[in-house]
T-cell receptor, first 112, second 115 residues
Framework: EAQVTQNPRYLITVTGKKLTVTCSQN?????MSWYRQDPGLGLRQIYY???????DKGDVPEGYKVSRKEKRNFPLILESPSPNQTSLYFC???????????FGPGTRLTVT | AQSVTQLDSHVSVSEGTPVLLRCNYS??????LFWYVQHPNKGLQLLLK????ATLVKGINGFEAEFKKSETSFHLTKPSAHMSDAAEYFC?????????????WGLGTSLAVNP
C-alpha cells in the first residue's frame, strides 16, 4: 500500500530534550516536506527536500533540522525543543510539487 | 509575491444546500491550484487540482472548482452539502517556474453542515 508513515504519532517531552520524528514514504517520491499545523495559522512549511541530499528552509525553519540521506526517509529533528514547538506535525511527499501531496497521519507533539 | 487568501474562515450551511468556499490567489507565473480537505482528527486529502488543463475541475465527493484567471480565483463548490462534508478545507497554490515549486497554503475554511 502506498503510504507515508510518521513516528511517533503522539509525543510528550520536556524542554531541551532532543527528539526526532521519523517520516518514511514507499512511493519513490522525490519531493518531501514537513509542516506544522497550529489553530488559526493553517499549515506552515518547516523544511522541504527536492531530492536526496537537497533540503531547503520553508517558512518556519527556526529550531528544526532535517536530513535526506535516502530517498524514502526525511526525519525532523528538534535539537532543543521549546514549548512554542508544541504543535501537530505533518510529513508529506509527492513526485513533484505540481502533483498531489500524500500526507502522513500526523504527529502531535507537546513540549512542557 | 505569491499568496493565497481564503476569504472565509468559517462557513455554515444546512444539509442539502449548496457549498461555496472562496479562494483568491496572487501569482507571477502560471499556477497550479489545489484544494485539500482535513476531516476532524484526520490527515489531509486532495480534493481536486488545477494544472492548466480544463478550467472547471471536478474532484472527489461531488466537489468542483473553477479557475478564473481574470478574477484570480479558485472557488470550491458543491451543489448539495452532506453531513460528512464537515471539515477544514485548504486552498493551495504552487507557483514558480519548473516542476518543483514552492507551495503556498491558505489559512483554511472550516465548514459546518447543519441538519
Amino acid at each position: 500500500e502506498a503510504q507515508v508513515t510518521q513516528n511517533p504519532r503522539y509525543l510528550i517531552t520536556v524542554t531541551g530534550k532532543k527528539l526526532t520524528v521519523t517520516c518514511s514514504q514507499n512511493m519513490n517520491h522525490e519531493y518531501m516536506s514537513w509542516y506544522r499545523q497550529d489553530p488559526g495559522l493553517g499549515l506552515r512549511q518547516i523544511y522541504y527536500s527536492m531530492n536526496v541530499e537537497v533540503t531547503d528552509k520553508g517558512d518556519v525553519p527556526e529550531g528544526y533540522k532535517v536530513s535526506r540521506k535516502e530517498k524514502r526517509n526525511f526525519p525532523l529533528i528538534l535539537e532543543s525543543p521549546s514549548p512554542n514547538q508544541t504543535s501537530l506535525y505533518f510529513c508529506a511527499s509527492s513526485p513533484r510539487t505540481i502533483h498531489e501531496q500524500y500526507f502522513g497521519p500526523g504527529t502531535r507533539l507537546t513540549v512542557t | 509575491a505569491q499568496s493565497v487568501t481564503q476569504l472565509d474562515s468559517h462557513v455554515s450551511v444546512s444539509e442539502g444546500t449548496p457549498v461555496l468556499l472562496r479562494c483568491n490567489y496572487s501569482s507571477s507565473y502560471s499556477p497550479s491550484l489545489f484544494w485539500y480537505v482535513q476531516h476532524p482528527n484526520k490527515g489531509l486529502q486532495l480534493l481536486l487540482k488545477y494544472t492548466s488543463a480544463a478550467t472547471l475541475v471536478k474532484g472527489i465527493n461531488g466537489f468542483e472548482a473553477e479557475f478564473k484567471k481574470s478574477e484570480t480565483s479558485f472557488h470550491l463548490t458543491k451543489p448539495s452539502a452532506h453531513m460528512s462534508d464537515a471539515a477544514e478545507y485548504f486552498c493551495v497554490v504552487s507557483d514558480h517556474p519548473g516542476n518543483n515549486r514552492k507551495l503556498i497554503w491558505g489559512l483554511g475554511t472550516s465548514l459546518a453542515v447543519n441538519p
